[in-house]
T-cell receptor, first 109, second 116 residues
Framework: GQNIDQPTEMTATEGAIVQINCTYQ??????LFWYQQHAGEAPTFLSY??LDGLEEKGRFSSFLSRSKGYSYLLLKELQMKDSASYLC??????????WGAGTKLIIKP | GAVVSQHPSRVICKSGTSVKIECRSL??????MFWYRQFPKQSLMLMAT?????????EQGVEKDKFLINHASLTLSTLTVTSAHPEDSSFYIC????????????FGEGSRLTVL
């Protein structure tokens, strides 16, 4: 079966750095997405990785290792508004998106 | 980025009635749109893939006669929840891509359905 694993919940301090991990087992791979979802709202796109390595975009970076079936989302200089759920999704060989359950990130002052 | 608009954002209805949710791509043409359902504290669950000009493709376990999808134009898909029951109460979200199978998904704002 296809599976995406990410921690259910994480807590971090404002101004700090946090890394959210995602491991996947899917039938084929055509890219990995990270989305941010605030409570009661729809997801918004953060990043897309299809090749191994680190993609940096401002305070957010995303890393991919296809051989390990592993990705992480790195958030720097955390702000209170970063409190949200972070969803990892993998596009399989049929270009279907397989979604993780999401990681709820709680930022404390 | 591309904009997807969803309406209504919130709807409350009585059990047994039908509710229609609209999903529009405002600045691009979407031959394919996706409908998701999300229960509290759970991940997105794909319900169906809406294809312009043809029948929707439903995921296993989703009743096509209960969740009617119509994709009559390249910018509009509708989801109708027929004979709604309290267990249908959920957050329904549509999404679309503007470049075929590649690229990111753009999501509508979501529709919170409460069935009394």
């Amino acid at each position: 079966g296809q599976n995406i694993d990410q921690p259910t919940e994480m807590t971090a301090t404002e101004g700090a750095i946090v890394q959210i991990n995602c491991t996947y087992q899917t039938s084929g791979f055509n890219g990995l997405f990270w989305y941010q979802q605030h409570a009661g709202e729809a997801p918004t796109f953060l990043s897309y990785n299809v090749l191994d390595g680190l993609e940096e975009k401002g305070r957010f970076s995303s890393f991919l290792s296809r051989s390990k079936g592993y990705s992480y989302l790195l958030l720097k200089e955390l702000q209170m508004k970063d409190s949200a759920s972070y969803l990892c999704a993998v596009k399989d060989s049929n270009y279907q998106l397989i979604w993780g359950a999401g990681t709820k990130l709680i930022i404390k002052p | 980025g591309a904009v997807v608009s969803q309406h209504p954002s919130r709807v409350i209805c009585k059990s047994g009635t039908s509710v229609k949710i609209e999903c529009r791509s405002l600045d691009f043409q979407a031959t394919t749109m996706f409908w998701y359902r999300q229960f509290p504290k759970q991940s997105l669950m794909l319900m169906a893939t809406s294809n312009e000009g043809s029948k929707a493709t439903y995921e296993q376990g989703v009743e096509k006669d209960k969740f009617l999808i119509n994709h009559a134009s390249l910018t509009l898909s509708t989801l109708t929840v027929t004979s709604a029951h309290p267990e249908d109460s959920s957050f329904y979200i549509c999404s679309a891509r503007d470049h075929g199978d590649v690229g990111e998904l753009f999501f509508g704002e979501g529709s919170r359905l409460t069935v009394l």
